[in-house]
C-alpha cells in the first residue's frame, strides 16, 4: 500500500519558488523528502510525486518509488503559500464528449458534486482570442508576417526576485504577467511590444499568488488559494483597460469541503464565454489523522464576469481514500479546444498509477485515453485543430523524471517520442501548436545546474528539431514557464539564474 500524504506547513511554505509547485497530492508525505507511492487504476485516484523546495538545487531528486521535486523558494518567505502548499501538481486534461465518472464517484457524491448545469457548448466553428487557449492567434486568414530576427530580451528591470512568467499573445505583442515578493507576494503585468520591449509602466494585478492564469480576451482570470482549513480557493477575472492595466471585475469562491483545493487550473470558454475550473480538493483520510489527506478532482464553472455557476460543481474522480489524483501546478493543464475543455491528469492508487489524458465537455463530462502509467510530474496539453499534443514527466525509478511526448488524436495514442536527455531530469514542459506541429520547452537539471531547451516536432513522423535556449556552458538555473505562438513566430518567458530570479523572454521563429 502506499504511504499517505502528511501536510507539513513548515514545508509547503517553502515550496512556492522558481522551480516549485505546492506539493504533489495525494498518498505520499510531504516533506524534503515525501514518499510518492502507488499506482493508479482507471477511474481512480492516488499519490503524485511531492516537491520539495530548496533555494540552492533546482534537480528533482528522486529515488525508486518516491519523486521529490526540488525547487526554489519565491524569494525567501511564503504568503499565503501554506494553502498552496496542499496543491498537488499533476498532468493535462484533454476534452471529449461523453459521461465518464470513475468508479464509486456517482453513489459518493451528492447536491452539487453530481449536479450538471448547462449544454454541451458545441460548434463546429473554432473561435479563438488571442492565443490564451493553445497559443496561437487564430485570424481567420493568411497572416502577413514581419522578417524579425531572433532574439533574447530582458523585459524587467525590478530589483525585486521576479517569477512565474506567463505570457498572452496580444494584437500588437504580449503581455506578460508575473510576480513577486514584496514583501508579500504580488501579480503584475506588463506590456512587451513583438520583440519584447516593454511598452509602458509595469501594473500590479492583484495582491498574493496566480498559480495558474487564463486569458479570455480583454478579461483575465487567476486562480488563488489562501490557508485554513478548509483552505479557500478563488477564481479573480480581471478587465484589462486599454492602458494595459487591469481592474478588478469580481472574486469567485471555489464551493470546496474537507482540507479545501490544492492545485487550481482555469481556461476560458469562448463558445460559452466562461471561465472551467478544474481542480484538486484534499480530505482527510483519516479525521483521527488530520493532514494525511487524499485528494480528488472536481469541475466547475466562473461566469466571464466572475461569479460561481450554482450546480456547476463536478466530481471527476472517486472519493476512494486509497487513491488520489494530481493535476499540474505549472504551465496550465486545462486548455480549450474548439467545442470542449481537454487536460491530463493523474490517478495514483495502491497499484498503479495510470496517466490520462481527458477531454471534457462545456460542462465537465469527462471521456479519458490512458497515455502512460508509472509517476508523473507536470503534463501539459495543446491542440492543433485535429488532434492534440500532450507532454509530461515520467518517473522512471532510476532518481528521475524524463520528458515524454505523444500525439493524442480520436481517442488513439501514437507513439511515446522521449526528449531531453533520459540521463537527467528532464521535465517542466510548456507546449504550443503551431500549425500542424508543436513545439515543446522544458528544462534538463543535472549537476546542481538546469538549463532551458526547445524541440519542434512533426507528430506524424516523430522528427524533432531540439534548441538549446541556455547559453553553452551556462552552470545556473534557467526555467521555462510560458511557451505562445502568435501566428508569426513563438514567445518562451523563462526564469533565468535561481537566485535572485529574473524573467527573461526567447522570440524566435
Same mark, same amino acid.
Given at each position: 500500500?502506499?504511504?499517505?500524504?502528511?501536510?507539513?506547513?513548515s514545508c509547503?511554505l517553502? +515550496?512556492?519558488?522558481?522551480?516549485?509547485?505546492?506539493?504533489?497530492?495525494g498518498?505520499?508525505t510531504?516533506s524534503?523528502?515525501?514518499?510518492?507511492t502507488g499506482p493508479?487504476?482507471?477511474g481512480?485516484?492516488a499519490?503524485?510525486?511531492?516537491?520539495?523546495?530548496?533555494?540552492?538545487?533546482?534537480?528533482?531528486?528522486?529515488?525508486a518509488?518516491?519523486?521529490?521535486?526540488?525547487s526554489?523558494t519565491?524569494?525567501?518567505?511564503t504568503?499565503?503559500?501554506a494553502?498552496e502548499?496542499?496543491a498537488?501538481?499533476?498532468?493535462?486534461p484533454?476534452? %471529449?464528449?461523453?459521461?465518464?465518472?470513475?468508479?464509486?464517484?456517482a453513489?459518493?457524491t451528492t447536491?452539487?458534486?453530481?449536479?450538471t448545469s448547462?449544454?454541451?457548448?458545441?460548434?463546429?466553428t473554432?473561435?479563438t482570442?488571442?492565443?490564451?487557449?493553445?497559443g496561437d492567434?487564430?485570424?481567420?486568414g493568411p497572416?502577413?508576417?514581419?522578417?524579425?530576427?531572433?532574439?533574447?530580451?530582458?523585459?524587467?528591470t525590478d530589483?525585486?526576485?521576479?517569477?512565474r512568467p506567463?505570457?498572452?499573445?496580444?494584437?500588437?505583442?504580449?503581455?506578460?504577467?508575473?510576480? #513577486?515578493?514584496?514583501?508579500?507576494?504580488?501579480?503584475?503585468?506588463?506590456k512587451?511590444?513583438?520583440?519584447?520591449?516593454?511598452?509602458?509602466?509595469? %501594473?500590479?494585478?492583484?495582491s498574493?499568488?496566480?498559480?495558474?492564469v487564463?486569458?479570455?480576451?480583454?478579461r483575465?482570470?487567476?486562480a488563488t488559494?489562501?490557508s485554513?482549513?478548509?483552505a479557500t480557493g478563488?477564481?479573480?477575472?480581471?478587465a484589462?483597460?486599454?492602458d494595459?492595466t487591469?481592474?478588478l471585475?469580481?472574486v469567485a469562491?471555489?464551493p470546496?469541503?474537507?482540507?479545501?483545493?490544492?492545485?487550481?487550473?482555469?481556461?476560458w470558454n469562448p463558445v460559452?464565454g466562461?471561465?472551467?475550473v478544474?481542480?484538486e480538493?484534499?480530505?482527510?483520510?483519516?479525521?483521527?489523522?488530520?493532514?494525511?489527506?487524499h485528494s480528488?478532482?472536481?469541475?466547475?464553472?466562473?461566469t466571464?464576469?466572475?461569479v @460561481?455557476v450554482?450546480?456547476?460543481?463536478?466530481?471527476?474522480?472517486?472519493?476512494?481514500t486509497?487513491y488520489?489524483?494530481?493535476?499540474?501546478d505549472w504551465?496550465?493543464?486545462?486548455?480549450?479546444?474548439?467545442?470542449?475543455y481537454?487536460?491530463?491528469?493523474?490517478?495514483?492508487?495502491p497499484?498503479?498509477t495510470?496517466?490520462?489524458?481527458?477531454e471534457?465537455?462545456?460542462d465537465?463530462?469527462?471521456?479519458?485515453v490512458k497515455?502512460?502509467?508509472?509517476?508523473f510530474?507536470?503534463?501539459?496539453?495543446a491542440?492543433?485543430?485535429?488532434?492534440?499534443?500532450?507532454a509530461?514527466?515520467?518517473?522512471d525509478?532510476?532518481?528521475h #523524471?524524463? +520528458?515524454r511526448?505523444?500525439?493524442?488524436?480520436g481517442g488513439?495514442v501514437?507513439?511515446?517520442?522521449?526528449?531531453?536527455d533520459?540521463q537527467?531530469?528532464?521535465g517542466?514542459a510548456?507546449i504550443?501548436?503551431v500549425?500542424?506541429?508543436?513545439?515543446?520547452?522544458?528544462?534538463d537539471?543535472?549537476?546542481?545546474?538546469?538549463?532551458?531547451y526547445f524541440?519542434?516536432i512533426d507528430?506524424?513522423?516523430?522528427?524533432?528539431?531540439?534548441v538549446?535556449?541556455?547559453e553553452p556552458g551556462?552552470?545556473d538555473?534557467? @526555467?521555462p514557464? %510560458?511557451?505562445?505562438?502568435?501566428?508569426c513566430r513563438?514567445?518562451?518567458a523563462y526564469?533565468h539564474v535561481?537566485?535572485?530570479?529574473?524573467? @527573461?523572454?526567447?522570440?524566435?521563429?
Amino acid at each position: 500500500m502506499p504511504g499517505p500524504r502528511v501536510l507539513s506547513l513548515s514545508c509547503a511554505l517553502a +515550496l512556492l519558488g522558481c522551480g516549485g509547485d505546492p506539493s504533489a497530492g495525494g498518498s505520499q508525505t510531504e516533506s524534503s523528502s515525501g514518499t510518492a507511492t502507488g499506482p493508479t487504476t482507471t477511474g481512480t485516484t492516488a499519490a503524485a510525486p511531492t516537491e520539495g523546495s530548496t533555494a540552492s538545487s533546482a534537480t528533482e531528486n528522486s529515488t525508486a518509488g518516491s519523486a521529490t521535486e526540488g525547487s526554489a523558494t519565491e524569494g525567501s518567505a511564503t504568503e499565503g503559500s501554506a494553502t498552496e502548499g496542499s496543491a498537488t501538481e499533476g498532468v493535462d486534461p484533454t476534452t %471529449s464528449a461523453g459521461t465518464s465518472s470513475t468508479t464509486g464517484d456517482a453513489s459518493s457524491t451528492t447536491g452539487d458534486e453530481t449536479s450538471t448545469s448547462g449544454t454541451d457548448a458545441t460548434s463546429s466553428t473554432t473561435t479563438t482570442t488571442t492565443g490564451e487557449e493553445t497559443g496561437d492567434t487564430t485570424t481567420g486568414g493568411p497572416v502577413e508576417c514581419p522578417v524579425l530576427p531572433d532574439a533574447t530580451a530582458k523585459p524587467l528591470t525590478d530589483p525585486k526576485p521576479e517569477s512565474r512568467p506567463k505570457l498572452f499573445v496580444r494584437p500588437d505583442g504580449y503581455h506578460l504577467i508575473y510576480m #513577486f515578493q514584496a514583501p508579500a507576494f504580488e501579480t503584475h503585468l506588463v506590456k512587451l511590444a513583438p520583440d519584447g520591449e516593454v511598452v509602458g509602466a509595469p %501594473s500590479l494585478v492583484a495582491s498574493g499568488v496566480w498559480h495558474q492564469v487564463a486569458g479570455g480576451g480583454e478579461r483575465y482570470a487567476g486562480a488563488t488559494t489562501s490557508s485554513g482549513v478548509p483552505a479557500t480557493g478563488k477564481i479573480t477575472v480581471v478587465a484589462v483597460q486599454p492602458d494595459d492595466t487591469t481592474a478588478l471585475v469580481d472574486v469567485a469562491t471555489i464551493p470546496s469541503e474537507g482540507r479545501g483545493p490544492g492545485a487550481i487550473a482555469v481556461q476560458w470558454n469562448p463558445v460559452a464565454g466562461e471561465w472551467g475550473v478544474l481542480w484538486e480538493q484534499d480530505h482527510d483520510i483519516n479525521p483521527n489523522q488530520p493532514g494525511i489527506v487524499h485528494s480528488r478532482l472536481y469541475f466547475g464553472r466562473v461566469t466571464a464576469d466572475g461569479v @460561481w455557476v450554482d450546480g456547476s460543481k463536478k466530481l471527476l474522480t472517486t472519493v476512494d481514500t486509497k487513491y488520489s489524483a494530481v493535476i499540474s501546478d505549472w504551465d496550465n493543464p486545462l486548455i480549450w479546444a474548439g467545442d470542449r475543455y481537454a487536460a491530463v491528469w493523474a490517478e495514483y492508487g495502491p497499484v498503479t498509477t495510470e496517466v490520462y489524458f481527458v477531454e471534457l465537455t462545456a460542462d465537465g463530462e469527462p471521456t479519458r485515453v490512458k497515455i502512460d502509467q508509472g509517476h508523473f510530474s507536470r503534463g501539459v496539453p495543446a491542440w492543433n485543430g485535429v488532434g492534440y499534443g500532450v507532454a509530461w514527466s515520467h518517473f522512471d525509478f532510476n532518481s528521475h #523524471f524524463n +520528458l515524454r511526448f505523444a500525439y493524442v488524436e480520436g481517442g488513439a495514442v501514437g507513439e511515446v517520442l522521449h526528449l531531453g536527455d533520459d540521463q537527467v531530469y528532464s521535465g517542466s514542459a510548456s507546449i504550443v501548436a503551431v500549425d500542424d506541429r508543436f513545439t515543446v520547452a522544458w528544462q534538463d537539471s543535472a549537476n546542481n545546474s538546469s538549463q532551458a531547451y526547445f524541440a519542434k516536432i512533426d507528430p506524424q513522423s516523430l522528427a524533432v528539431e531540439t534548441v538549446e535556449v541556455s547559453e553553452p556552458g551556462f552552470a545556473d538555473h534557467d @526555467w521555462p514557464y %510560458s511557451l505562445v505562438h502568435d501566428g508569426c513566430r513563438h514567445a518562451l518567458a523563462y526564469q533565468h539564474v535561481l537566485n535572485p530570479p529574473d524573467v @527573461w523572454v526567447r522570440l524566435f521563429e
